[in-house]
């Protein structure tokens, strides 16, 4: 897949439906055992009529891709309330989401133009290992791949020796990023001339620069809804009031809205956010909670004009008691303070983000209280929880609206069309959990390699690390080897960035490198570096390619606003945009 073009790995893609891992207490006998009590959700158990409940950018997406993928197949009903709104939150993502959008043949530009959306290439973190000190995470591949010794070594070799760079200086993204440039090639129109300009400096392996997207949440599921409304999906407006289950079986028969409606399904997709109404509410299904790991547990968001081009990355910057997002749309900036209530209280974080942000206010902040961890079924019964119902990293990484599209692109290939299998659910269960353990682990490693000296700061400096993740350092640490698992979302690269950038200085690094000689080394480091440093110096700035490629209409965030201000009307609240979207 598109994984290694892309800079993180591929949509994490299950091994095939019903299929059992070795090596974790599950042999051929429990997949017959399970294959043998496979349960049937409704009558004659084919599932045909799905009720999403939910429409965030999660409800949304499945709607979407269930659509897409099984057009006629499937009778989808979507129901969400302008009455409670979205999260209106969630507005920085990873490249695996190009995958996703290629895989529903959405248009870019006009994705983009609709979302007034941005690019991203990386994320700046700055303040994490003490105030003062700033690392690029950036996408893509730093350096080119040798048979034997990852690059970083190579890099390691040469500071060994005296050359002084960065690591991100062998990193088309990162070199871009600090630049404020962004192209594409063959794009068509005038980025065609970028793109001969670029092709022609950078006699480079790789052809394309490997990015991801900032857009605005609201724009987002509206552009979602767009694309599905008109596939046959049916949007019911109500407040859920009841889940009705069946008695014998705990399975959910239907959604109960509180003007008496009833949507009744064979399957329910979760996307009612954190309130989780159809798993937790109504199944039980218990939470793993991880803010021992992570200790924020609270955001305030606000959203302001902007106060200058757009940068291509977030900006993550560490403070005494979490951190504060910055993320540049097209037309305005996302920014929000992620917090430890144990800390820092709601008004503080809210002074602290004003300040620091003072340009003119587009929406009052909201305070966004969030629990770290996981459900502890995905797929419990006939209900399976996405987006924030079904689990909640922090945003440090951008990872959430991923594992939604992970899920969804699982929950695509595990379709029980033909009744619910506990073996097939099983297995859904087992790799969300892995990919989630991944992405958390890698989250946790900000958080712990610090120098900082405020209390949250030390606790997490001293906290006791998730299975697996104290290795990975201490590996590093001792012989500068990094890796990516089978199966797991961040590259070596990003391991290598992070852990350096988090100050882990290898006390080794590997000894082969040290047989080339000065300059053959340098021919190699050159080698990588001069071509990066002329493709940077032939791209546009990222405003200017906006402004050919993909400029949003001013409608686009008209309509947004407008919609913000009629779910304020309706709900006399701030929290998110949601509603009833007039097209
Ligand atoms: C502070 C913060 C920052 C984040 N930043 C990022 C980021 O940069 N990148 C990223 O990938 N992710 C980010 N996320 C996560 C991201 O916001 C979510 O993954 C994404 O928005 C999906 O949310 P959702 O659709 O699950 O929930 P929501 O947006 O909360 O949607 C829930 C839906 O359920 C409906 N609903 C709820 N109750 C009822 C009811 N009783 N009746 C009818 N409908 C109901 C609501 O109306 C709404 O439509 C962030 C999250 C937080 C908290």
Same mark, same amino acid.
């Given at each position: ?33 399970? %294959? ?57 993502? *990873? ?7 290629? &895989? ?165 997709? #979760? ?8 798993? @937790? ?7 793993? #909670?991880?803010?021992?790991?992570? /200790? ?23 403070? @005494? ?36 942000? /003072? ?33 909640? *990293? ?17 929950? %695509? ?74 199966? @797991?979302?961040?590259?070596? #690269? ?30 190699? &480091? ?19 390619? *906006? #402004? ?28 998110? %945009?949601?509603?009833? &979207?007039?097209?």
């Amino acid at each position: 897949m598109q994984g290694a073009a892309i800079g993180y790995a591929a949509l994490a893609a299950p091994q095939g439906g019903g299929a059992v891992p070795e090596g974790r207490g599950h042999g051929r006998d429990t997949l017959r055992k399970n %294959v043998g009590r496979m349960k049937l959700a409704t009558g004659n158990g084919r599932i045909r009529k799905v009720v999403i409940a939910g429409g965030g950018t999660a409800g949304w997406v499945a709607a979407c891709a269930l659509t897409h993928q099984f057009r006629d197949m499937l009778d989808i009903t979507l129901v969400e309330s302008e009455q409670v709104g979205t999260v209106g939150v969630g507005e920085s993502t *990873i490249p695996t989401i190009r995958t996703f959008h290629k &895989l529903l043949q959405i248009d870019e530009r006009e994705f983009l133009s609709s979302v007034a959306g941005s690019f991203k290439l990386a994320i700046s973190f700055e303040n994490w290992t003490r105030p003062g000190a700033r690392y690029i995470h950036p996408f893509g591949t730093t350096g080119v791949n040798t048979w034997s010794v990852d690059f970083h070594q190579f890099w390691l070799e040469s500071r060994r020796r005296g050359i002084k760079s960065e690591l991100g200086d062998y990193c088309l993204e990162t070199a871009a990023a600090l630049k404020d440039r962004f192209a594409l090639f063959n794009t068509g129109q005038n980025t065609q001339q970028w793109s001969m300009r670029w092709t022609k400096a950078a006699s480079m392996e790789r052809r394309d620069v490997s990015y991801a997207y900032h857009f605005d949440a609201g724009l987002y599921a509206a552009f979602m809804r767009v694309k599905c409304e008109g596939r046959g999906l049916k949007r019911i407006e109500g407040k859920i009031a009841q889940v009705r289950q069946d008695p014998e079986n705990g399975f959910v028969q239907a959604l109960v809205l509180e003007d008496g409606q009833v949507i009744e399904g064979d399957l329910f997709l #979760d996307c009612t956010g954190a309130r989780a109404l159809l798993s @937790e509410q109504a199944l039980k299904t218990g939470f793993e #909670d991880w803010n021992h790991w992570l /200790p924020s547990n609270r955001a305030v968001a606000l959203q302001t004009e902007a106060d200058g081009p757009p940068v291509p990355y977030t900006r993550a910057i560490a403070h @005494e008691a979490g951190w504060h997002w910055k993320i540049s749309l097209q037309h305005r900036i996302g920014c929000g303070i992620v917090f430890s209530d144990a800390h820092m209280s709601d008004d503080e974080a809210t002074a602290k983000l004003l300040a620091e942000n /003072p340009a003119k206010r587009l929406r009052e902040p909201w305070i966004i209280p969030f629990r770290t961890g996981r459900r502890r079924k995905a797929w419990n019964k006939n209900v399976i929880a996405l987006g924030l119902a079904s689990s909640f *990293i922090e945003p440090l990484e951008s990872t959430s609206i991923h594992l939604t599209l992970s899920a969804v692109t699982r929950l %695509v290939q595990f379709f029980p069309f033909e009744g619910i299998s506990e073996a097939a659910a099983e297995r859904y269960n087992e790799v969300s959990r892995m990919e989630l353990e991944h992405v958390r682990n890698f989250v946790v490693l900000h958080y712990h390699l610090n120098q900082r000296d405020e209390p949250l700061w030390k606790q997490c400096r001293e906290m006791e690390l998730p299975p697996g993740l104290g290795e990975r350092i201490q590996v590093f640490r001792e012989t500068g080897y990094a890796w990516q698992g089978e199966d @797991e979302l961040f590259r070596l #690269d990003s391991w290598t960035h992070c852990m350096l950038g988090q100050g882990v200085v290898p006390q080794n690094h590997h000894p082969l490198t040290r047989a080339l000689s000065d300059a053959d080394l340098k021919t190699l &480091l050159d080698g990588v570096r001069k071509p990066i440093d002329a493709a940077v110096a032939a791209m546009p700035s990222q405003q200017d390619f *906006i #402004d050919s490629y993909c400029r949003a209409p001013d409608s686009a965030w008209e309509k947004m606003y407008a919609c913000a201000r009629q779910h304020e009307q309706v709900t006399g609240k701030v929290a998110g %945009v949601g509603g009833d &979207l007039k097209q």
